[in-house]
């Protein structure tokens, strides 16, 4: 149990950076956010997806990675990351 919540963490830590470059930055591509960041490609994709599924970011193809671009708002307003 203590393994899984560890990992739990370290993917949320994850979304986390990786929401703060975008957000900063503009847009990345998942393969600067991997070098940048140092993340294992595994922690990344799952990052990716919990923040695609937040509705949080958005991915578009670019060659052989991935263009990350922060969503600012949608229908209910702007987007903030959920605070614990």
Same mark, same amino acid.
């Given at each position: 149990? =203590? &393994? =899984?919540?560890?990992? @739990?963490?370290?993917?949320?830590? +994850? +979304?986390?950076?990786?929401? %703060?470059?975008?957000?900063?930055? #503009?847009? %990345?591509?998942?393969?600067?956010?991997? $070098?940048?960041? !140092?993340?294992?490609?595994?922690?990344?994709?799952? +990052?990716?997806?919990?923040?695609? +599924?937040? #509705?949080?970011? =958005?991915?578009?193809? &670019? #060659?052989? @990675? $991935?263009?990350? !671009?922060?969503? =600012?708002?949608?229908?209910? #307003?702007?987007?903030?990351?959920? !605070? !614990?």
């Amino acid at each position: 149990m =203590t &393994d =899984t919540l560890e990992y @739990t963490r370290c993917v949320q830590s +994850a +979304a986390e950076r990786i929401y %703060a470059v975008v957000s900063q930055s #503009g847009e %990345a591509s998942s393969w600067e956010l991997k $070098l940048s960041l !140092k993340l294992h490609g595994t922690i990344l994709n799952l +990052a990716l997806g919990h923040l695609l +599924a937040r #509705g949080m970011i =958005t991915l578009r193809p &670019d #060659g052989l @990675t $991935l263009k990350i !671009k922060p969503v =600012t708002q949608n229908e209910h #307003g702007p987007l903030v990351p959920e !605070k !614990k």
